[in-house]
């Protein structure tokens, strides 16, 4: 597949950070040329970018993408609550057709809104696989550990299935494998070392919940005598590898240890904040330290979108309001953080995460010809603070268009809907 898009303000998002007017031709999935002067190519799609701002396609660093199903189920409740009597029933009556259902729906949701990149913690994590394949993602996807099982698996069958999921699908182009032992209070130090050997046998990601509660802290301080981030750097867990969700309870020292290691940070603004976790991310700490912080939306039971627009807006309000500052999470940091920093989180930002010659074509097309986006004297500042999701026109991924005039071509969402709906009241009913 070739495609063309033609005379596009382009927000390449390179070392340099250069925005520039320009085309971009694509071929068998690689950005082949790209021309301030046009290109007169021939290609399978076309796209014009009169009126037009192509950019990285967005990377949701964390999320549980099957509940979708939960979206508004049990809104406006204590988070323990919320878990015991919402979210935890409804989850053990999980199946692979629901988990069809709800990875779909979120599948639908990040291409029409712009995200080409998500990493992916649940279960049924072969089903979300196959849907994200078929639908033409590129998705990081979790095996997740829990000591007392999953809906899908018994403890003691949870490492031999990982290491078959591992095998499946290691070396598919748009699915990556990913060990995700659930949290230092959900694993034991022996399943947090397994974990650990797992990932550095087949040179994978780790990703887990990591300090996103006060609780979290008290809990694992009570059981183990250290916090979270000290028992996932005793069990071997914490390194260059490890995607750490949430870090809203992290201390100073425990910054300094992530970007020494070189670990990232997924951050959560938009749940943590609807869940009233308390914490903050220190993200101006992270940043000045040198640490890796990308952005994820959470699942959509504690958000209730995949909307990766409007968790860069919020990232960047929530930090500018608690620290009284409105110079701190610049747009461009806060557009960093979703694109290249999202890449480098996942170990692919030599592959995507900016427009560059040689690099895979994960691109979207935004339509500032709007007129909340009228005038533009910053198309960075147009991203981060007043874009919607709504306004992306098409999104490509490794060169692929599976959405083209708000047309998605991979999923028939019609379709996808009301088979969302079916299930989603068919495993919440009492």
Known sequence: MSVLIKDAVIVSQDEKRRIFKGSI??????????????????ADFKISGNGKVVLPGLINTHTHIPMTLFRGYGDDMALEDWLKKRIWPAEARLDRNAVKAGTDLGLLEMILSGTTCYADMYFFEDTIAERTKKAGLRGFLGFSFLDFGTPEYKREELFSRCEDFIKRWINEKLITPVIAPHSSYTCSPETLMKCSELSKKYNLIIHTHCSETQQEIYDVKNRYGVRPLEQFERTGILS????????????????????????????????????????????P?????????????????????????????F????????????????????????????????????????????????????????????????????????????????????????????????????????????????????
């Open 25 to 42: 031709y694509i071929e068998d999935g690689i950005i082949k040329e790209i021309s301030e002067k046009g290109l007169a190519i021939e």
């Open 240 to 283: 260059n590898r490890t995607l750490l969700a949430h870090c809203g309870w992290i201390t100073k020292g425990e910054v300094k240890k992530i970007a020494k290691v070189g670990a990232s940070v997924s951050h959560c603004p938009v749940s943590n904040m609807k869940l009233a976790t308390g914490g903050y991310m220190p993200l």
């Open 285 to 313: 700490e992270l940043i000045d330290e040198g640490a890796n912080v990308s952005i994820g939306t959470d699942g959509a039971a504690s958000n209730n979108t995949l909307d990766m627009f409007e968790s860069m807006k």
């Open 315 to 430: 990232t960047a309000l929530l930090h500018k309001h608690h620290r009284w500052d409105p110079c701190v999470a610049k747009a461009q940091q806060v557009l960093d953080m979703a694109t290249i920093g999202g890449a480098k989180a996942l170990g692919i930002d030599g592959k995507i995460g900016s427009i560059e010659e040689g690099k895979v074509a994960d691109i979207i097309v935004v339509d500032f010809k709007k007129a909340h986006l009228t005038p533009i004297h910053d198309v960075v500042s147009h991203l981060v603070y007043a874009v919607r999701s709504s306004d992306v026109v098409a999104t490509i991924v490794n060169g692929k268009v599976l959405m083209i005039d708000r047309n998605v071509l991979t999923l028939k969402e019609d379709e996808v809907l009301e088979f969302a709906q079916k299930e989603a009241l068919r495993i919440t009913s009492d």
